[in-house]
């Protein structure tokens, strides 16, 4: 065989051999926590990009997906910065295990203000022009009066903190009534050893 033709061979040979190594599959597992702490991150994308090869974490953080060696594989989740992991093209194994820490990526969304007219300053021209009739100043003021809103505000049904508080001072009660005893005026024993001894309590 001609010195080209076999030189031609080893280099078709060792070209097929790289792409058959890097189109090995490789079953990637692992575990998604938060960067400051070893809590799993659930419903994490865990995926290579243009590709159908992909899963999320459980509710544990736990994740198991198969890829092919080369892939570059794509941790993204809400709230955390996105991450790559890149699967080593000479990769030989048929597993590849890692643990994967995802650093969060707070985000503000900035403030935006709504208004039933088109601009802030119509708004405010049409509140300035707002001509309320006598009857409806008079409910208003009667509304705003000082008895009325704290006869509403005892009615006004508790929110979690205020039942939580009116619980605690409930057992707080309680424990106190259960150790008390009532109290007897001294000057009434006489009195009352009387009563007894002359039978005025009787049992119904």
């Given at each position: 065989?001609?010195?080209?033709?076999?030189?031609?061979?080893?280099?078709?040979?060792?070209?097929?051999?790289?792409?058959?190594?890097?189109?090995?599959?490789?079953?990637?597992?692992?575990?998604?926590?938060?960067?400051?702490?070893?809590?799993?991150?659930?419903?994490?994308?865990?995926?290579?990009?243009?590709?159908?090869?992909?899963?999320?974490?459980?509710?544990?953080?736990?994740?198991?997906?198969?890829?092919?060696?080369?892939?570059?594989?794509?941790?993204?989740?809400?709230?955390?910065?996105?991450?790559?992991?890149?699967?080593?093209?000479?990769?030989?194994?048929?597993?590849?295990?890692?643990?994967?820490?995802?650093?969060?990526?707070?985000?503000?969304?900035?403030?935006?203000?709504?208004?039933?007219?088109?601009?802030?300053?119509?708004?405010?021209?049409?509140?300035?022009?707002v001509k309320l009739p006598d009857e409806g100043r008079a409910i208003a003021m009667r509304n705003l009066d000082p008895e009325r809103l704290e006869e509403l505000f005892k009615?006004?049904?508790?929110?979690?903190?205020?039942?939580?508080?009116?619980?605690?001072?409930?057992?707080?009660?309680?424990?106190?009534?259960?150790?008390?005893?009532p109290t007897i005026n001294p000057m009434a024993i006489p009195a009352l050893i009387k009563s007894i001894m002359n039978g005025d309590f009787k049992q119904k």
């Amino acid at each position: 065989m001609p010195l080209l033709g076999l030189l031609l061979l080893l280099g078709t040979t060792e070209e097929a051999a790289a792409q058959g190594q890097a189109g090995r599959v490789v079953q990637l597992s692992g575990f998604v926590a938060t960067g400051d702490s070893l809590f799993g991150v659930a419903g994490v994308s865990v995926y290579v990009p243009n590709s159908t090869r992909g899963t999320v974490t459980n509710e544990y953080g736990f994740f198991s997906v198969p890829v092919l060696a080369g892939d570059s594989v794509l941790f993204s989740a809400l709230g955390f910065k996105k991450q790559y992991l890149i699967i080593p093209k000479n990769y030989s194994s048929q597993s590849y295990s890692i643990i994967m820490q995802l650093q969060e990526d707070p985000t503000e969304l900035p403030m935006v203000d709504v208004f039933p007219w088109a601009t802030e300053r119509d708004f405010r021209e049409a509140v300035a022009n707002v001509k309320l009739p006598d009857e409806g100043r008079a409910i208003a003021m009667r509304n705003l009066d000082p008895e009325r809103l704290e006869e509403l505000f005892k009615t006004t049904p508790m929110d979690g903190a205020g039942n939580f508080r009116h619980g605690m001072n409930q057992q707080q009660q309680l424990q106190q009534n259960r150790y008390m005893y009532p109290t007897i005026n001294p000057m009434a024993i006489p009195a009352l050893i009387k009563s007894i001894m002359n039978g005025d309590f009787k049992q119904k």
